[in-house]
Each structure stands twice: as C-alpha cells, then as structure tokens.
C-alpha cells in the first residue's frame, strides 16, 4: 500500500495561541484513517491545514509523495483532496444535480451542459453506491441524503481523498449505518479517506488507523483493531478516566424532598406525569431514568414550581405547593437545567451578571436595597477560581466561553450556595472528559456533606454511578426503582423502553 | 477594564460611520432635487445655533427623551410598547382636565397633576398588559390598536365634556390651569441671555424632571433587582423565570411603568406653554419616540443624545423652506440617520464580539 497522505511536523500558531505543535499523520491510500481528539486539541487546524485553508508555520505536507504548499483550497482540490463539511453547503432551492456542478459546471459554448453532468453523476452513485436523484430539489432531501449531495460534489471535482469533519453529528444511526457502507464502498475504489470525530465507538468501527491528538501534538498512531474504546478515551484526555461513582452511604435521618401523587395534566390524552411519590432524604442522590420525553423535564420543572400539579411537594417537611418559583429557590433548592444556553445564561451577557440570575435575591449579590456589583464581580471571580472555569474574567461574555466551561460555571453558581436540594438534569451533557470529571467530584462532595440531588441524565453509567437510587420513567410515570448496586447499563435500558 | 485605542476606536465606530452615511444620503437626496447639500446645511447648523432655536432644541428633547425612556423600560424586558402616543395623549388630557378642577400649593398642585397623568397613563397600558398576561395578545397589536382607540376617546371628551367655549375662537380646548399648576420655565439658565436672542422662551422645568428621570432610569435598571429582572426578561425569558422571575407579573409592571412615565411625557408644553389641553395638542410625539430609544439603544445616556439630535433636526429643518427646499427633507434625515446607525452598530457590534473571542482564545491558551 502507498501513502496518499503524510503530514511531517505540522506546527502552527495563532497570535498568542498554540493550535498544532507538532502533528503527524500518515493515510494509506484505501483505507480510512480516524483523527480524534477532544475539543480544542488542534484537530480542525490540521484539516484547515490540508485542506489549504491556512498555511502552517512548519512542518511538510505530501500528497502522494510529492511535497505540496497549498495557498488556498483550489491548489488542495486540483490535487484531489476534498472535504465534507459538518454543516452542509447546499442551496435548497437548488436539484441536486445543480448543486453538484455548482461552481464547476461543464459548458458546452455559453450554456450548462447538462446532459454530460447527468450522465457523469449518475455513473458516480452508482460506482460509489451513493444513489439520489438528480433531479429532486434539496430541499426535499433528509439530512442523510444531503449529506451524499455533499459527498457526490467533492468527487465531482475528482477528490480521491476525503475529508470528513465530523460526519455523524447530524445523522440518526440508521444513517449513519448507511454512511459507513458508502464509507467501505469508496475505501474498495481505493479512495483514502480522513474522518474526524470525537465519538470513539463510531471510529473504531469505521476506521482501519487512528491518530490521537492531544493539546496539539499527536500522541499516538494505533490500529484500531488493537484498542478499544476505553483505551483511546485515555489516549485523548492523557490520563486515566474519571468514573462516574460515590462512596459509601451518606444518607441522613432527615427527608428534604418529598413528592405525593403528583400529577400533571396536559391538554393531550396522557398526562405529562402521573401520581409521582418519592421521598428524598438529605446526602442521597436519587437518578431519574428514561428516554427524553418521559416526564424527566416536567419533573424538575414541577419541583421548581415552573409548572401547575396536582399532588403535594413538601421541602424540609413544609408543603411548599403555594411557593412561587423564587420562594421555593430562596429556601434552599438549586437547579442545573438541562438545556444551559436557553435556560441557564444569558449567552450576551457577562459573566457577573450571569452570575446573579437565580441569586439575585441572596447575599453577596443583593444587600437588601440594590444590586452590589462590587460584591458579585469579586465573587464571580472566586467561583472562577474554585471551579476552573476558564476565561479571561467576570467581564467575559458567556457565550465566549466553550460549553464545558459554560457548564462548570453554572454548578459552580449553584454550589456556592450550598443548596439543601440540586435539581441537576444532565449535568455534564456536551461537556469534555476533564469537565465531566470535575462536575462528578462536586456532585460527590456536595453528597457527602448532606445535600439531597435529584438526578437527570442520558448517561446510563453516570446515573448508575452516581445514584442511591434509581427510579425509571416512562410516559409520565414512575415504572420501576431499581438499586444501582446491582444493575448494568442493558438492564437499566430496557426497564427505560417498557421491556420486562 | 483597561482602556486601549482600540477600545475607544470601537467605541466611536459606529456613531462616526453612521454620521457620515446619513450626510451622505440627505445629501443625495438633496442633490436629486438639485438643491445644494451644502448650502441647506449651513443654513440648517446656522438656523438651529441660535440661542431661540437653542432653548427649542431642549425643550422638545424634553418630551421626546421621556417618551423614549417610557419606550425603553419595556424594550429592555422584551416587550414593544407601540401605544405611547395615546398613553401620553389621554394622560394630558386628563391631568389638563382634572388639575384645573382645583388649586393647590404650587410645588403640590403639579406633582398632583403628574400623578393623574401617570396614573392615567398606567391605566391605558396596563390594559395591553393584562391582555397578554391572561389571554396572550400580543402586545404591539394591542397598543397599536390602543393608540386608535385613545385618539377617538380623547377627541370626544374634550369636544363634549371636558371644553369650556372661548368667545370668538373656534379652538376646543380644557379650562386654563390655575397658576400653581402651570410650571415655571428654569428662568436661572436663561436670565443672563439677551432678551432678543432668547425671544422671551425659556426652557421648561420639565427638563429638569427628564434629566431626573434619566438618572432614576440608569438606576434602577442597571442596579437594582427589579431592573435586573427587568433586563433578564428582556434577554432571556426562559432563563429569567427559571431564575424566579415571576413573567407575567414583570409584563404588567413594565407595561404600567412604562405608560406612567409616557403620561409624563405629554405634560412639558402643556405646563409650560398651553396651560391646557387644546386641538393643538402635539400628535406623532409617542411613534418619534420610537426611533429616538432605537437610535440611543435603550440607554438612559444614548437616549438623551438621540432625544437631542432628533430635536435639533426637527427645529432646524424648519429654516429650510427659507432656500426653497421643503422642511419635509427632516424626515429623509431621520430616516438616514436610524437607519444607518442601526446597521452600524450592528456591524461593530459583531466585529467586538469577534475581538472579544480572540482574546480569550489568546488568554485561554496562555493560562
């Protein structure tokens, strides 16, 4: 087998930042090779880099053997490279086959030559199994096909190496199922093909080599018949994995939450959540399971007092039914929502500011007459500090902020006031290892100090790591308790979907 | 927060661009009615520098930057206050109406008549405010429709119940106020100025109560609770709730803030020129007002610059029909001027965010 591709001591900066300080890669002409690596680790710089987009301040690049400089991605296509971009490019109003010849369409004196197109393209699904209809309007198309529109324009314009910037982020698995056949076909016709993710499972049955970048530099070139997934989870993050676990039983005398026949109706024909009983006692962490839409989110919204029930809440033994949101939240019930940019910040503003929403009754921040902006700039700093969350300062816009360190902020917000009860739904979804491990500690420790957690995730180990209980959710009602101690991830799954 | 060049550079931007694009489309305008840009500036700046025209410019910023802060207290929480104008309309009216029916010690007397204006005012918005809290109306549909309303009400009070008959004239106008509640002019600004230059105007003492308001307004919405909860509103509504910011409860009280302050905002040449309200009564102040917050971007500080300008134009332009252009010509200004200052501020907006990211991209990488 030849090399098709090899990346020599990639290194670039930015002003002031380091993107890639030393990457190498080598794809084998017919086979897909995997680049993977956490967030910010330099990957998109390395594919910016081949595919002409930015020059790199060192390192060589050949392309079939021969050493290459491209100054723009023209010079990268004229060679055969292509790149399949995560958000499509495609003008809806457009039939895919314009879309195809979008830019480089054959001319037979001042017309489109349509009929060459035609044939051309439809000669190219089929070799490649990447069959679609020329003539539909792509705006008729699902996410799948569009993304084989985007695919047939890159080998349109003669790629023989392909880039693939995250490819299944936007597919359902049937899809992406049929992606990695198309995948295998074009491997068999001999194409290379470079596929970017950070979703490991996927990698390792697409990809026949793996390339690890860390903070920058590659860290290791692996087989990935030779590694699991655990092992190049590792590899990336370069250290041992944070498990999702507690320790021992923290569980107090006192009940801090308790949910009586809770009901919620809807205007449909199920209600969202039917007659909900459960007791939750301080230092116990108790996991809500289910698929998305069972009820979870209604939940945390009715024990915030968001939503109208039937049924009693009580909080530390008082009936807490006719408290508004803010009383509810002023005696003592911390939230970290599940969807952060729309309920949690506001994405505009500093972070001072976002710092006081859902304090802005509570000490420092409010002393009783107005706003002490004093007061919450030194403490937005502090809560910075305490929970890593990395960014220039409090005047730092949230929406500058990456989403792990978004996320640790918000924790961090509620922790501070040490909550007599977290209502925490997925509280380390879209967050990066490092993050999720740091999200997991706080979550322990505020445990063992006693605080009560109401826990949400799609993250099966997780909820079992981190429970005392389990409770499974399904169309608004509460179908099965389960203890963690003994139940597995497939377990839990098919309690969650109904089955016995 | 270090101030560097590029920050103030960033800073003046947008103002600077969007002044020299609106010169730039009067003046074409202008040249497409062949009439020289130059000459109807000149006259313009020369016209609108002159101490009478001096004293007009800040009386009538005095209504249009309250009206704008009544505008601006529910841009800030998300919602669109359109019905200004018949908010401020129908609180003269009957502060005119009602304050005429008593006398009082004089500080008293117009502090009662601030009260009915608001009050009144209040009253008229709240009206659009409940209908969206308990049967979801929109509210620019609602006050738009308000407005119509206000307009035929106070028409056919004060022609059928609130006139008294003026021999010879065939004005409509409320019964004078009494003296105490008639406001004095800030005669001490004025008292050093030739009397042939100011014109005998003086400017209105309501123009003190606006920089007051200004202030109040700064205050309150960057400093205290409600004023957070306010802006949180405006931002982000889920993430304000969620936070125990009671929504509808915040839509009624922004809604009834805003139509007391606009019912302040008919009273400066009421109390300080008419001394009643009458068929002359200004129409068009509560829809001004609009560009004017839009253009000082809800601040209390951008507000007050804008409420200005807009007035300076408006007086000014009056001096136009002097050199045979017609005065109309202000409205293309004001045109110019919103227009591009909305897309200017756009733009820089989204070249500091951009600037913003970079240096933490920098920070991030350095820590």
């Known amino acids: 087998m030849s090399v098709s591709v090899e990346l020599r001591h990639i290194s670039k900066r930015f002003p002031g930042v380091i993107a890639n300080k030393d990457v190498s890669l080598k794809v084998q002409s017919g086979s897909v090779h995997a680049l993977v690596g956490e967030n910010g680790a330099g990957k998109s710089t390395v594919m910016k880099i081949l595919y002409g987009m930015q020059r790199p301040d060192s390192g060589e690049i050949f392309v079939n053997g021969d050493q290459k400089l491209f100054k723009s991605p023209h010079e990268a296509i004229a060679v055969g490279i292509g790149m399949v971009h995560q958000h499509f490019m495609l003008a809806d109003n457009f039939t895919v086959l314009e879309n195809i010849i979008l830019g480089d369409e054959p001319k037979r004196a001042a017309q489109i030559d349509f009929g060459v197109a035609r044939k051309k393209i439809t000669e190219m699904a089929a070799t490649y199994g990447l069959e679609v209809d020329p003539d539909e309007l792509v705006e008729n198309l699902g996410v799948g096909q569009r993304q084989r529109v985007e695919i047939l324009k890159v080998l349109y314009r003669g790629a023989n190496i392909l880039i693939f910037d995250e490819p299944t982020a936007v597919l359902v698995p049937q899809e992406v199922d049929d992606l990695f056949n198309a995948l295998h076909g074009l491997r068999e016709k001999g194409m290379s093909i470079i596929f970017i993710s950070h979703k490991l499972d996927e990698v390792l049955r697409v990809a026949d080599e793996v390339t690890v970048i860390r903070a920058g530099s590659t860290v290791a070139e692996v087989k990935s018949k030779d590694v699991t997934s655990k092992q190049l989870a590792e590899l990336m993050v370069g250290s041992e994995l944070p498990k999702p676990e507690t320790k021992g039983n923290t569980k107090r005398e006192n009940i801090v939450l308790e949910l009586n026949q809770v009901t919620v109706p809807s205007k449909g024909a199920r209600n969202l959540l039917s007659n909900i009983s459960f007791k939750l006692h301080a230092g116990e962490v108790i996991g809500i399971a289910g698929v998305e839409g069972n009820g979870q989110s209604e939940l945390t919204e009715t024990i915030l007092g968001l939503l109208e029930y039937t049924g009693q809440i009580s909080f530390d033994g008082k009936s807490i039914d006719t408290e508004s949101v803010s009383e509810r939240r002023d005696l003592g019930i911390g939230f970290i929502p599940e969807d952060r940019h729309r309920q949690a910040l506001m994405l505009g503003s500093p972070l001072w500011e976002n710092r006081i929403l859902g304090y802005q009754r509570s000490k420092p921040i409010f002393n009783g007459f107005v706003l002490d902006k004093k007061a919450t700039i030194e403490d937005t700093k502090l809560i910075m500090q305490e929970f890593d969350v990395r960014a220039p300062g409090p005047n730092t816009l949230a929406t500058a902020l990456s989403g792990g360190n978004q996320q640790k902020f918000i924790v961090g917000r509620e922790m501070v006031h040490a909550p007599k009860l977290l209502v925490a739904s997925h509280p380390t979804r879209g967050v990066d290892v490092g993050a999720q491990g740091a999200i997991w500690e706080e979550l322990r420790k505020a445990r063992e100090k006693g605080m009560a957690i109401v826990l949400i995730s799609a993250d099966l180990e997780e909820l079992i790591g981190m429970s005392d209980r389990l409770l499974v959710m399904l169309r608004g009602e509460v179908t099965a308790e389960l203890d963690p101690a003994n139940t597995t991830p497939e377990k839990l799954g098919a309690a969650m979907t109904g089955a016995k | ?367």
Not at chain 2, 213 to 223: D, H, K, Q, S, Y
Not at chain 2, 256 to 261: P, R, V, Y
Not at chain 2, 352 to 363: D, P, Y
Request: aromatic residues 10%; contains cysteine.
């Open chain 2, 1 to 367: 927060m270090k101030v560097t060049p590029k920050k103030i550079y960033l800073a003046l931007a947008a103002p600077v661009s969007a002044a020299v694009a609106s010169i730039l489309i009067s003046s074409l305008a202008l040249l497409a009615t062949k009439k020289s840009p130059t000459e109807a500036f000149k006259t313009m700046w020369e016209f609108g520098a002159t101490t009478s025209s001096v004293i007009e410019t800040l009386n009538n910023a005095t209504s249009y930057y309250i009206a704008a802060l009544a505008i601006a207290i529910t841009f800030r929480a998300g919602l669109f206050n359109i019905g200004v104008e018949g908010q401020l309309r129908l609180g003269a009216l009957f502060a005119c109406y009602f304050g005429a029916m008593f006398t009082l010690p004089p500080v008293l007397h117009i502090l009662a008549i601030f009260i009915i204006s608001m009050t009144v005012g209040g009253l008229w918005a709240a009206i659009a405010g409940i209908l969206k809290v308990k049967r979801g109306v929109n509210e620019v549909i609602s006050t738009i429709m308000l407005n119509s309303i206000a307009g035929g009400l106070s028409a056919y009070l004060l022609s059928k119940h609130f006139t008294v008959k003026i021999e010879g004239s065939n004005n409509l106008t409320t019964q004078e106020l009494p003296a105490s509640g008639q406001m004095p002019n800030l005669s001490f600004l004025t008292k050093n100025l030739d009397q042939s230059a100011t014109q005998g105007r003086g400017i209105y003492g309501m123009f003190a109560i606006a920089i007051a308001l200004g202030i109040a307004f700064w205050w309150i919405v960057n400093r205290t609770r409600f004023g957070f909860e306010l802006r949180a509103s405006g931002i982000n509504p889920i993430a304000a709730r969620v936070s125990g910011v009671n929504s509808k409860r915040m839509i009624v009280i922004a809604m009834i803030s805003s139509g007391a302050i606009a019912g302040l905002s008919g009273l400066p040449t009421v109390l300080a020129e008419t001394h009643a309200y009458n068929l002359g009564f200004r129409a068009g102040l509560g829809f001004s007002a609009i560009a004017v917050a839009l253009l000082g971007r809800n601040s209390a500080i951008g507000m007050a610059f804008s409420s200005l300008l807009f007035s300076f134009l408006e007086v000014s332009s009056r001096s136009l029909d002097l050199i045979d252009i017609a005065p109309e010509t202000y409205f293309i200004m004001q045109g110019a001027i919103l227009l591009s200052s909305v897309i200017a501020f756009e733009v820089v907006s989204r070249y500091r965010v951009k600037v913003v990211s970079e240096q933490l991209a920098k920070a991030v990488a350095n820590a």
